[in-house]
Every structure is written in structure tokens, then in C-alpha cells.
């Protein structure tokens, strides 16, 4: 009897890492920025580059930080998620305009519509790695006290929304700053 | 004919360099913990390539940060920790053994070590050699046998 309870016993273990394995989604690294304050910037504005904007001016607000560019595939995706987001006023929506082209991105707000309260350009990258980006689109979330309590990589889709990001943000509004 | 082939030539050779940055250093330990540094992190667009193999545009800046740290007087640890806070411990290659790499570090280990087990206990439990008794009658069959198998 033993004789195949053994080899039956190692496979369903097996079967089990592996379906976990399989469910896994090798993009999602946890990022050591939860629960830090969120790194210093400070950028010309998209549309007013002689305007810059740092995450100190966000103090006292919750506010979602959303990496995107205009080369970005699935930015497209994610787009129509986050002027739908935008409409419901429940946190500011600052973009970080990633490694692009200044007119390529007004182009496509102009296009798509823009939900972002406002965006930044970080044209060589630097504040990308200072937020540890590395596949665009990423969104933040930080609270009143500048500190990052979550981040989400890969486009934001509306049960993302709903499940995650609309309770997460009630929750942080309700905080003292 | 020869001067034309030698311009044709160099222009090639520019070519098969223009994937790599030309990057100047101070000294050659300098150099040689730049070289260490981009073949020990991890490009997290291609994740089984370091950022001295990939071309991702995300490598590209990060061989710049590299580049720009140790220019600026930083240690390689300073390096490295500057990307672990960061990109986490996922982007070392060789990440340090805590709690959370545990697994990942005895994880091959302890696989090992159940591995020869299981090998031992079925090598042993093989040695006991196959013993049967045979009445003398089938001796002298087998014997006959194979005599008769030696003629044929």
C-alpha cells in the first residue's frame, strides 16, 4: 500500500508547487518601498516645464502616483481605468511621464483624455529608478503623510479599482495627516 | 583599393562597438568593480539577464547610475544597496541569506540531501542479494543445460 502512497503523495506536492508556480506572476516583485516615504523629486511639469512639482507639494493629500508613457502599450489599456477613476475625485492623480517625448505625450492626453491632475516628465529616467520603476504602467499609492502604502505594477484594471484601490484610498483619507 | 577597404573596415569595427557605452575610469579598480557591479544586477524588463548582457532601455540606466555612483567615489556596497532599496533584493544576483531568501538559499540543499537519501535507502535496500534455494536435481538440470548450450 505504501508502495503507492509514496509516489502519489510526491506528486500532488509537486502538482501543488507547480500550480502555484504557474499562478504566479514573475513581473510582480515586491517592492522594499512600502511603507517608506516617498522618494525626493522634483520635475518640470508636462504642458509648463518651467513649473516643477515635488512630492513635498503633495504633503497633507492622498494622492496616486501613475508611471505612463506614450510608447507604452498597455498604458493604452489602462487609460480609459483611470479617467473613469479620475471623474470620481477620490485622490489626485499625479502621472509620472516616463522616458518620453514631451509633444508625443500631450498628444496623447489630448487624444485619450487626461486624468491626471498633473504630470511630470522625467525624460532620462532618474526618478523612475529612484521609485524603483521597471515596467511601465506602475501606480503608488501615498497617504497624507508622504509615505507609500502601496504600489501595483502592469496596467490597473476596474476590479483592481474597486477591490483594491478605491477602498485602499477611503481608508487613507480618513488618516490624520 | 587599400585605403578605401581600410575605411570600409573601420567603419564596420564602429558598428560591432556601438552596442556597449564607452565608459572612462579613473583607475582599473575602478573599472573592474563597474564591470562586477553591471554583472551582478539583475535587469528587471528581462529578468534572466543581467544588466551588463541586456539592452532594455531600464539597463541602459541603470549601467549609467552604476557608471555615475562609483565616478562620484561610492564603494560597490554602496552600489548595491542603493539598488536593494530600490528594486528589492530580487535585482542581486547574488542576494544576501536572510529570513525571506532562506528558502531560496537551503532550498537546493535540502533537496539535495533528499535526493541521496532516497538513492541510499533504495541501493540498500537492493544489496541483500537474491538467494533461493535449489534442490540438487535442478542443479544438475541447469548444468546439463548449459553444457548442452556450450556444444550448440
Keep these: ?177 | 583599393m587599400k585605403i578605401l577597404m581600410l575605411v570600409l573596415l573601420l567603419t564596420l569595427s564602429g558598428f560591432a562597438g556601438a552596442r556597449v557605452e564607452y565608459r572612462e575610469f579613473a583607475n582599473a579598480e575602478q573599472q573592474q568593480a563597474y564591470d562586477d557591479l553591471i554583472s551582478e544586477l539583475r535587469c528587471l524588463v528581462c529578468q534572466n539577464q543581467t544588466i551588463a548582457d541586456s539592452n532594455a532601455d531600464l539597463a541602459k540606466d541603470l549601467r549609467r547610475q552604476v557608471y555615475e555612483m562609483l565616478q562620484q567615489g561610492k564603494t560597490k556596497q554602496d552600489v548595491a544597496d542603493f539598488m536593494t532599496q530600490r528594486y528589492g533584493d530580487f535585482v542581486l544576483y547574488n542576494p544576501p541569506f536572510k529570513a525571506k531568501t532562506g528558502v531560496l538559499w537551503v532550498g537546493p540543499v535540502v533537496f539535495l540531501a533528499i535526493g541521496l537519501i532516497a538513492v541510499l535507502a533504495f541501493v540498500r535496500r537492493n544489496k541483500t542479494p537474491a538467494t533461493a534455494e535449489i534442490s540438487a536435481e535442478k542443479r544438475k538440470k541447469i548444468h546439463s543445460l548449459l553444457e548442452k548450450g556450450d556444444k550448440s
Design chain 1, 1 to 177: 500500500m505504501l508502495k503507492y502512497i509514496i509516489p502519489l503523495v510526491i506528486f500532488i506536492v509537486m502538482a501543488v508547487f507547480l500550480a502555484v508556480g504557474l499562478n504566479l506572476n514573475p513581473r510582480d516583485i515586491p517592492s522594499p518601498l512600502i511603507d517608506k516615504p516617498a522618494p525626493a523629486f522634483s520635475a518640470p511639469k508636462l504642458g509648463a516645464p518651467s513649473e516643477t512639482l515635488s512630492q513635498a507639494d503633495m504633503k497633507g493629500k492622498v494622492w496616486l502616483f501613475n508611471v505612463w508613457a506614450s510608447w507604452c502599450v498597455s498604458c493604452r489599456s489602462e487609460h480609459p481605468i483611470l479617467n473613469q477613476l479620475a471623474q470620481q475625485k477620490a485622490a489626485v492623480i499625479v502621472g509620472l511621464n516616463y522616458k518620453d517625448e514631451p509633444d508625443a505625450a500631450k498628444n496623447w492626453l489630448t487624444q485619450l483624455g487626461n486624468p491626471y491632475d498633473v504630470s511630470i516628465m522625467d525624460q532620462d529616467g532618474r526618478i523612475g529608478i529612484d521609485w524603483g520603476v521597471y515596467g511601465v504602467p506602475e501606480t503608488f499609492v501615498i497617504d497624507k503623510k508622504g509615505v507609500i502604502r502601496y504600489k501595483h505594477t502592469g496596467p490597473v484594471t476596474s476590479q483592481d479599482v474597486q477591490a483594491i484601490f478605491l477602498p485602499l484610498i477611503a481608508k487613507l483619507q480618513a488618516e490624520n495627516s
